[in-house]
């Protein structure tokens, strides 16, 4: 990214703004910032590192902002957390081995379905209770080895390229546990924090940064995380279901034609 280019900085300090924002209320502020980091020229890779690197300080700061949320789910968070590690490590390392058409061919279709799951988790979720009642069963509070599984391959995908990856964590929790949208919410976002930092570790040793870029990112997504924050407790759980659903379907169109 050019120095002397002024707007080209704006941009991408507005784009960090924009995606901290969207990405702790719904996800996906990695369509976003990734566009705008081409735009100014840099190449795909570096700017897919850099992106992920920016970012952090917004997504630690939205679970920070979603901390009462958070209360009382130390166990399970720390559980996740250590999947979602493990994924990202395994995602990042993709990065320089796969070709790019691999996940943009699946990611679509990976997101759909996940906004399909998120759009009928009520529904499900009524219906699983009712099994439950009536076998004496109640649900586990970790979700169990389903729920880890899923979430841990959820972060191969965080790791490797990250737009979208926390309506996937949703739509994954959603099913597999009893709890209020905003709270899963709040997971999602320590889990995208997690994901970014440890593949950013990685990418320290083994890609290029711009570090403008990168500084830029963080300066913007740490005031978004904060605003994204503010706001996204505020929805009603029926408000932040449509959403989610809304910037998804966005999100996948882009996806599919750019």
């Known amino acids: 990214m050019n120095p002397a280019h002024l707007g080209e900085m704006l941009a991408v300090l507005g784009a960090g703004l924009a995606a901290g924002a969207v990405n702790v209320v719904v996800g996906s502020g990695t369509l976003i910032s990734f566009p705008v980091l081409l735009a100014t020229g840099l190449q795909p890779v570096t700017a897919t590192v ?3 690197l920016g970012l952090i300080p917004g997504s630690l700061g939205g679970a920070l902002g979603y901390r009462a949320e958070l209360r009382g789910r130390g166990r399970r968070i720390a559980l996740w957390s250590a999947g979602a590690a493990l994924g990202a490590v395994t995602g990042a390392a993709l990065l320089p081995a796969l070709p790019a058409e691999v996940f ?7 997101v759909g379905l996940a906004l399909v799951l998120v759009a009928v988790q009520p529904l499900i979720r009524g219906r699983m209770r009712q099994r439950r009642a009536r076998a004496g069963r109640s649900a586990r509070p970790d979700g169990g080895p ?8 959820a972060s191969v995908y965080g790791g490797y390229f ?3 990856q926390g309506i996937i964590y949703v739509s994954l929790m959603g099913l597999s546990l009893d709890d209020d949208l905003q709270r899963l919410n709040a997971v999602k976002n320590v889990l995208v924090a997690v994901v970014n930092s440890v593949a950013a570790l990685f990418f320290l040793v083994a890609a290029d940064f711009d ?3 990168v500084a830029l990112l963080a300066i913007g997504s740490a005031a978004g ?18 959403l989610i659903v809304t910037v998804g379907s966005t999100a996948i ?4 034609t750019r």
């Open 162 to 164: 990250s737009a979208a």
């Open 211 to 213: 570090w403008r870029a």
């Open 50 to 52: 850099s992106n992920a």
């Open 104 to 110: 943009e061919t699946v990611v679509p279709v990976l």
């Open 225 to 242: 995380g904060q605003l994204g924050a503010r706001v996204g407790r505020r929805l009603s759980p029926a408000v932040l279901r449509a």
């Open 253 to 256: 169109l882009v996806m599919l």
């Open 146 to 153: 389903l729920l880890l599984a899923g979430l841990t391959l």
